[in-house]
């Protein structure tokens, strides 16, 4: 049937506006690339420069924002690539082994990080493999830090339909036994250059981090077809999940 004139108009302004929005969030995503990679050459002469000054205090305090400017820049390239994540063609992957590969990576530098599997029948699982390794690593990255170096566990579950023996999301949970988040932030966190550093970390003068690193996961997350949830654990701590579909990423974030 032929839609009412009005009602056509209005999907086709709709329509309309998507796009523009799009473009919008494109644009800025390519500025905020743009200007991070233009930054790594003045930054590098900078530092050659300051590796120069004969005052060792002021010397160390330099590099030390210049560290701080580089992180910044790193993540803001990280931040652009997420938003294009689902162009990665999914493929199959032993999800357990992949697991398994970053909590020893964890382990080797020295980090209390151990994993559980609840989910000792899983087949593979068909999803975007880069993205996934990246956005369990930025958690996991995460518990370390904030973690204050007690033990971080990472925990494989799944979740099965009512009445139907086959599992219908896959859960991977990254617990920390750090100050937790405030409830009122633990949605806004995950916005891009959001930062709770008083309750996040005790030293205030190490508080850095770019606020970044959330919306990494998070973006991520999204190009999975998955979802990404925080909570405060009640014997202390913060609980990152993420839940996948079995069926593999659905569409674009």
Request: charged share 20%.
């Amino acid at each position: 049937p032929t839609l009412p004139i009005e009602v056509a108009q209005a999907t086709r302004a709709l329509q309309a506006l998507q796009t523009r929005v799009q473009a919008h969030v494109q644009e800025r995503t390519q500025l905020l690339a743009a200007i991070s990679h233009d930054l790594q050459t003045p930054l590098t002469r900078m530092r050659l420069r300051t590796e120069q000054v004969a005052d060792a205090e002021l010397r160390t305090r330099l590099l030390a924002d210049l560290d701080g400017m580089s992180a910044l820049v790193a993540e803001g390239l990280a931040y652009a690539r997420s938003t294009h994540a689902h162009q990665e063609a999914p493929c199959a992957v032993d999800l357990p082994a992949l697991l398994d590969a970053l909590v020893c990576d964890a382990q080797d530098a020295g980090h209390d990080v151990r994993l559980h599997t609840d989910a000792p029948d899983l087949p593979p699982l068909h999803t975007r493999v880069q993205a996934l390794r990246r956005v369990v690593g930025n958690l996991l990255d995460n518990a370390v830090k904030f973690g204050e170096g007690r033990p971080v566990t990472v925990t494989l579950s799944m979740s099965h339909s009512m009445g139907q023996g086959t599992a219908q999301r896959v859960h991977i949970a990254v617990d920390d036994a750090g100050p937790g988040i405030p409830e009122a932030d633990l949605l806004t966190v995950l916005q891009p250059f959001h930062r709770v550093d008083a309750s996040r970390n005790r030293d205030h003068r190490n508080s850095g981090g770019t606020g970044l690193g959330l919306a990494i996961a998070q973006q991520l997350s999204l190009a999975l077809g998955g979802e990404l949830t925080l909570a405060n654990r009640p014997e202390g701590g913060l609980r990152a999940r993420l839940s996948l579909p079995t069926g593999g990423p659905v569409g674009a974030p």
